[in-house]
């Protein structure tokens, strides 16, 4: 099997942690071949320093997204646009939002989203760029998220049957929902786009501190055959960089 590739996500980082010149050195010297969630300001710093982009969003903001029909014409504009940039820049996927419920059943809630997505399905599948939705969860950080199981995400998915809709399987935000998390990869993996990764609790570093066991998660998602990105998506505790290189390094030895 191939060595899958790893990115990490840019708000984790900067500001907070690095400047941004500072995280994209970091990021190259780390090892990764991408960064994931680069502001439009940036995208010639990360090119420029041999990085790639693995990752943008499709749309903003994530609290109302695709489940909202009256808002397709905006969101169809929106995705139009980033699905032109991702062909222009090699971005291989979209980070797709489904909303909050706001009083929405969850079948409503599919069809709509579903319909949002038909819109586009065409184009992403012409420019070879995949709309991922992403489960996020509704406990914790996103309340009143509506795509925040599995589930309702491949039914999204299976309702649109585009090989261009997936889904962007967030092992954190799945953890704190569902649990389970190497039997769903391993049945859901037809549906999935590409991975996040963080500690729970915490949303902190890949460690022994935190309850998700990486190793065989990342194994698993190695033996589905996986071809996609995983990025890490978590807050270091401690040095910035000195985690970027620790991660990347153990991570690689299981992917």
Known sequence: MSVISQSVAWWC???EKLAPEQFVRAVAEAGYPAVELVPPEYWSLVKDHGLAISAIAAH??????????????????????????AQRLNIPSLICFSGNRNGLND???????AEGF??????????GVDLALELLNSKV???GYQADHTAWGVQVCQAVASPR?????DIYHMQI?????????????????????????????????QELYYPAILRAIKETGH?????????????????????????AKHL
């Open 13 to 15: 980082f900067v500001p």
């Open 60 to 85: 903003l903001p994530l609290t109302i997204g695709l489940n909202r029909r009256d808002l397709h014409d905006r969101l169809q504009d929106e995705i139009r646009a980033n699905i032109a940039n």
């Open 107 to 113: 079948q409503a809630g599919v069809e709509n989203t």
């Open 118 to 127: 038909a819109r586009v399905a065409a184009e992403a599948e012409l420019a």
């Open 141 to 143: 950080d996103h309340p």
């Open 165 to 169: 809709v997936k889904l962007l399987y």
């Open 177 to 209: 929902m569902e649990g389970d998390i190497i039997r769903t990869i391993r049945s859901a993996k037809d549906y999935i786009s590409f991975y996040h990764t963080a500690g729970n609790p915490g949303r902190n570093d890949l460690d022994k501190d």
């Open 227 to 251: 071809t996609g990105y995983v990025t890490h998506e978590f807050v270091p505790k401690g040095d910035p960089v000195v985690a970027l290189k620790s991660t990347f390094q153990e991570c």
